[in-house]
């Protein structure tokens, strides 16, 4: 039982249409960026981070597992995944490089990998290698439909489908604009296009000043919005804490933590309503488990980000019982054995052994990049 060699890989996976663009990125391509984990006995284990598919930046985070980290853990008992979580995360020349960065996300990729290698050998889903499923229905909001790049028209159309053709109760729209009355006039219109019984998040990625933010939350006060993500520049705690206090609109934030003890922070000082951790900047499911464990006692809803676009996060939510809705981003769906899947809007549970990180074959050969 024993980790024989680390594979690195990276595959760039077309966004939806030709490109994206929320507040603060533009995009036309999702990173797919980790490893496969082989065994002596001839198992395999699959992990992998999500990036902005800027290549260099992705050799790097591939070069660190395949070389830094793999260095570490080959030979290793691939059953011991926390032991080795913390023997990679407290190495003390990584953790002097990566706390939140490069080495971060390889430990990531491979922290997932390990945990899919454990759900393997149990012959079972993640979500019931942890304990079990404790909800029986997650209900999916789709994020794909509202992105600040796409026209009123577009967006209201894509809205409707969402919700009239694919059965979503909730989406989300992406705000941030120069000029806040755009970001409200498209809220307006998708809340009249969709009636009261649907529910709007919305997201600003981070770009606003709290004044700005306390405009907007005053502006859209009668829009019955579900949550405020990312208001704010992600790590101004105190901003946060006063928005939270005073905006009227529940504020969610996480993809931008990338530490257990970042999001203990927020959390002690009454700085968020909506957790929001994500396997891909934490570190790992090893690392997501203490939040969400944390957020729980504190008792705060737990909503993934989809910075793995789902996959792990889909046994993660079902297992959990703080989580009741899941975020729905299909950019690189149709790469995976049991692609995430909603249906009617709700998530449909995952049924096969693993973490949901088996790669097709023709996924690599459509997608895959050069490791040098």
């Given at each position: 039982m024993t980790i024989a060699r680390i594979e690195p890989f990276i595959l760039h996976v077309p966004v939806t249409g030709s490109s994206i663009s929320d507040s603060t990125h533009t995009l036309s391509h999702w990173g797919?960026?980790?490893?496969?984990?082989?065994?002596?006995?001839?198992?395999?284990?699959?992990?992998?981070?999500?990036?902005?598919?800027?290549?260099?930046?992705?050799?790097?985070?591939?070069?660190?597992?395949?070389?830094?980290?793999?260095?570490?853990?080959?030979g290793e008992d691939e059953r011991d995944v926390t032991r080795l979580w913390q023997k990679v995360a407290r190495h003390p020349p990584l953790q002097w490089i990566g706390r939140a960065g490069i080495a971060h996300l390889a430990l990531g990729a491979v922290?997932?990998?390990?945990?899919?290698?454990?759900?393997?050998?149990?012959?079972?889903?993640?979500?019931?290698?942890?304990?079990?499923?404790?909800?029986?229905?997650?209900?999916?909001?789709?994020?794909?439909?509202?992105?600040?790049?796409?026209?009123?028209?577009?967006?209201?159309s894509g809205a409707r489908r969402a919700v009239e053709e694919e059965g979503f109760r909730g989406i989300k729209v992406k705000v941030g604009s120069a000029e806040i009355g755009r970001d409200i006039d498209r809220l307006a219109a998708v809340r009249r296009a969709l009636g009261d019984r649907i529910t709007i998040a919305t997201d600003a990625n981070g770009r606003w000043d709290l004044a700005t933010c306390l405009r907007f939350t005053r502006r859209a006060a009668g829009l019955d919005l579900l949550w405020f993500e990312e208001?704010?520049?992600?790590?101004?705690?105190?901003?946060?804490?006063?928005?939270?206090?005073?905006?009227?609109?529940?504020v969610a934030l996480g993809e931008q933590l990338y530490t257990a003890e970042a999001f203990f922070d927020?959390?002690?000082?009454?700085?968020?309503?909506?957790?929001?951790?994500?396997?891909?900047?934490?570190?790992?499911?090893?690392?997501?488990?203490r939040v969400a464990e944390a957020a729980h006692a504190a008792r705060l809803p737990v909503v993934a980000h989809a910075g793995d676009m789902g996959?792990?996060?889909?046994?993660?939510?079902?297992?959990?019982?703080?989580?009741?809705?899941?975020e729905y981003i299909p950019w690189i769906a149709a790469c995976f054995e049991e692609p995430v899947t909603v249906r009617h809007g709700d998530l449909v549970r995952p049924e096969q052994p693993g973490a949901g990180t088996s790669i097709r074959p023709e996924a690599f050969d459509r997608h895959a990049k050069t490791l040098d």
């Open positions: 797919v960026v980790g490893c496969r984990i082989h065994t002596r006995d001839g198992r395999v284990g699959t992990g992998f981070t999500g990036t902005h598919a800027d290549l260099a930046g992705d050799r790097l985070i591939a070069r660190c597992i395949g070389t830094s980290v793999a260095d570490l853990l080959v922290d997932v990998a390990l945990w899919d290698l454990k759900a393997r050998a149990a012959d079972l889903p993640l979500w019931r290698l942890l304990g079990g499923a404790t909800s029986e229905r997650l209900t999916a909001y789709n994020t794909d439909i509202g992105w600040l790049s796409l026209s009123d028209e577009e967006l209201l208001p704010l520049w992600y790590d101004d705690v105190e901003g946060h804490v006063r928005l939270a206090a005073d905006g009227g609109i529940p927020f959390i002690r000082r009454g700085a968020m309503h909506y957790a929001q951790p994500d396997v891909a900047r934490l570190a790992g499911i090893t690392e997501y488990i996959q792990v996060h889909a046994h993660l939510s079902f297992w959990h019982p703080a989580t009741s809705s899941f």
